[in-house]
């Protein structure tokens, strides 16, 4: 123990005072660990593992499209099966008379062609020098085939939130390639694409359908019961015994099944909770702690947005958190949009029209700041029901405050009879 007035001399002084007695790996808290076991998730993967089956009589593998929200496990069951089945390949060399190569592209930062095919190119050929842009498309297809022939290899690839993707036609000309005479004999390039949006396969252009012929896999978000079993089997190895009591758990659970079962969320919560915990040098991560963390983890977020936002974005937005922000857990978009109206009016700012309003409730609704529900039937058409998804209004309307044309909506009242 080191005591206000003690002089510190050494680091292990330093380091004793601050041990942490919370973690014991937290690295395992990190999205990108892939679990040794997975949790409820066993239909899926035995059905995600049909796509290779034809390998073991020494045909090609299915392509195939992984769908489901954000955290519902698309990513670590891929990887997990993809590592299940390279240790195989590795235990049982006969199956194949060549390497397979399991490539991962994460089309959020590498989405364009020349980047995806270098990503293959290169994990294919390390040593190759092809430049990342300046060639022509079909430069890098070509060199993409040579590379394959030297290293006689069959590709795995995955593209992760293959949405995010400028052009399909990648898609097309990879799996052709068989067809087209691009591979050696019994060579194959398979392809499984996840994405967080159920309608991504309807917007595929029908050559790309037709060529690729993918397996559709739908996952199902996570229920409480199933994120709480993930959560307790990462607690087991990130925490020091007895840290993490299970009603903290069982709140990370909620919450993260409140938002549709997002398994995500629940490890990040319970790691944020963590954080705070041993920051304050408390022995163990208590419910109130998740709650501290989450409340001051969406208005950080939301306050660093409200500050970019354009001056009408903004206006709309400060509608919506006066007429939230006294007692009223929801208003409507009728009233919003008065009440905006009126305020462009106090600051000698000119509306926007009433459809380009109705759109920035999409807008709010995308980035988590309300929800909107029933679109009701009225005079003036349908409206919407608007509720604030952020637990502090008020530090938000603060935010929007310190913009100067802004600042003197601060006491500017909605109307009587808006509400
Ligand atoms: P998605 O790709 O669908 O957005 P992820 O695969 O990234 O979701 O999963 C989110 C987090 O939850 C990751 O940290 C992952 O390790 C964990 N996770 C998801 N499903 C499971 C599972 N069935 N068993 C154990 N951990 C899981
Ligand atoms: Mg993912």
Known sequence: MIYEDTEI?????????SQTKIFKDSSVLSPDYIPKKLIGRTKEVLKLAKVFKPIDYKGYPFNALIFGKTGSGKTVVTKFLLQKLMERLEATPNIMDHHLQCIYIQCKTNCTINGVLNEIIKHVDPANKMPRKGFALAYY???LWNVIKEKSVSLVVVFDEIDRLKDDEILYNLSRAG?????????????????????????????????MSPKDHVFAPYNAEQIIMILNERVKIAFCDGVVPQETISLCAAYAAQDHGDARKAIKHLKMAAVYAEENDFSQVLPEHVDVTLESLDVDRIQDMATYLPLHEKIVLLAILKLTNYGNPSTNSQTVTSLYNQMCFEIHKKPLHRTTIASKFGDFKMIGLIK????RKGKGGGWKDIRLSVPSGTAIEDVLYQDYNLEMLRDFKPAPFLN
């Open 9 to 17: 001399t050494d680091y292990e002084e330093i380091i004793e005072t």
């Open 141 to 143: 297809y070509e060199e």
């Open 179 to 211: 067809e087209m005479q691009k591979l050696p004999e019994r060579h194959f390039i398979c392809i499984l694409g996840i994405s967080n949006d159920l309608d991504y396969g309807k917007e595929l252009d029908s050559r790309v359908i037709s060529s």
């Open 372 to 375: 909107t529900s029933s679109v």
